[in-house]
């Protein structure tokens, strides 16, 4: 016996009225992609907040984007202990099984896991940093990212900001450490990206690794 209950009436209604407004040449397009599978041009990784629409941006349609999202768009490093990693899984099958060529971390304005990380490793968040919490014991990938922010003089808005930031970063890092990713980008089969988009305003900006800042696109 599991636990499940009906669909509330709320989301009912809402699935009837998509599956109303779709139109024969969506209809046609899912059932192509589902007689030939997926062949995703590009993998993007970001936050599980509500307000971040990933593909949005990149005018996204069924089929173009494989996705991966987390709290505060993390990539941990290569760990082949043979525990469960789901971020990983989800990077290995984009990479080795659908070939993917591009492969785009993004960053947010605003983002609550960011700022717990932020607060956890400054001592003032103590119901994270505690091995029984899964966000905190996730945030902790960002500990790099935080350990990089002393000595820049930032207020605190300033350095969550520049947290949100050092995510993408320590995500693209991390990245190279697997094996598979490596090879990839070396035979530049595959490219990497770091962009940050501005939730509030739809701006996105991207990282420019020659310069090491971020630019507007
Ligand atoms: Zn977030």
Request: charged share 20%; hydrophobic share 45%; aromatic share 8%.
């Amino acid at each position: 016996m599991h636990e499940a209950q009906p669909l509330p009436p709320f989301l009912i209604e809402r699935f009837r009225e998509w599956r109303a407004r779709m139109g024969p040449g969506e209809r046609a397009r899912l059932a192509t992609l589902a007689e030939n599978g997926q062949n995703p041009r590009g993998m993007i990784i970001a936050c599980c907040d509500s307000r971040v629409m990933a593909t949005d941006v990149f005018g996204g349609e069924v089929g173009d984007f494989f996705m991966h999202r987390n709290i505060a768009n993390l990539v941990p490093p290569y760990e082949p202990d043979g525990r469960s990693h789901g971020t990983s899984a989800a990077i290995e099958y984009a990479v080795i099984a659908l070939g993917i060529e591009h492969l785009v971390v993004m960053g947010h304005y605003g983002c609550g896991g960011v700022r717990g990380c932020h607060d956890m490793l400054a001592g003032m968040a103590p119901e994270l940093d505690t091995p029984t919490s899964f966000v905190g014991t996730w945030l902790r990938l960002l500990k790099p990212g935080f350990e990089a922010l002393s000595g820049r003089g930032l207020d605190y808005e300033a350095r969550i900001a520049a947290l949100e930031k050092e995510a993408v970063l320590v995500s693209l890092a991390n990245l190279m450490t697997f094996p598979f990713v490596g090879a990839a980008v070396g035979a530049g089969r595959l490219r990497l990206h770091g962009v940050w988009k501005d939730i509030s305003d739809g701006d996105l900006e991207f990282y420019d690794a020659e310069a090491a800042v971020f630019r507007k696109v």
